[in-house]
């Protein structure tokens, strides 16, 4: 019985050896799949580009368009009273205005005196009243004259012409009052 016993438990042990074999076996093909095989947690990450334009448009407008000054004496003051002119944000966002006109006139007899310095000779400046900050106009945009004007909303305003000594009796002279917007 011994005998019998002993070949039991040998092919009790063999099979037990086997088995751990094979367990073995399949515990390491399981840890190389892990190592090649990406892992999936339960959270992900995913994007959404948007692409857009801030839409806000400056629409400056001025009324009148046209005013004549008719006969002017050199040397004093020509002046619109009562805020003849309105300036008009039509837009959608809040502007600032700056205002510029020709270096001369249209017809090339005068230039513009662009400071409070009188004009000399053939000369002419114009100031600008009733907006934020009055002054005299220059040929180029450099002065804001108005600021955060908000859309929908309207300024009067007064322009003032003054004219240096004049070399001959010239005709009549034509220039243009050009006024600009900008994001306040």
């Not at 805020?83 to 513009?112: C, H, K, Q, V, W």
């Not at 310095?117 to 600008?128: C, F, G, K, S, W």
Request: proline share 3%.
């Amino acid at each position: 019985m011994k005998k019998k016993k002993g070949a039991q438990q040998n092919k009790v042990f063999f099979k037990v050896k086997r088995n751990e074999k094979i367990g073995f076996s399949i515990l390491v093909s399981f840890i190389i799949l892990a190592a090649t095989t990406p892992i999936v947690l339960g959270a992900t990450v995913d994007n959404v580009i948007i692409t857009f334009d801030p839409d806000g448009d400056i629409d400056i407008d001025v009324n009148l368009s046209y005013y004549n000054f008719s006969s002017v004496v050199a040397g004093i003051w020509s002046n619109t009273t009562g805020g003849t002119f309105t300036l008009y944000n039509n837009g959608t966002i809040p502007m600032d205005t700056e205002i510029r006109t020709n270096a001369s006139t249209d017809e090339g007899d005068m230039d513009l005196n662009e400071s409070d310095v009188p004009p000399d000779m053939d000369e002419y400046a114009i100031y600008i009243e009733g907006l934020d900050f009055e002054n005299y106009v220059n040929s180029s945009y450099t002065i804001e004259f108005d600021q955060g004007l908000d859309p929908s909303d309207s300024k009067t305003f007064d322009i003032c012409l003054l004219l240096g000594n004049i070399s001959t009796n010239h005709s009549w002279q034509t220039t243009t009052i050009y006024f600009r917007g900008s994001i306040s």
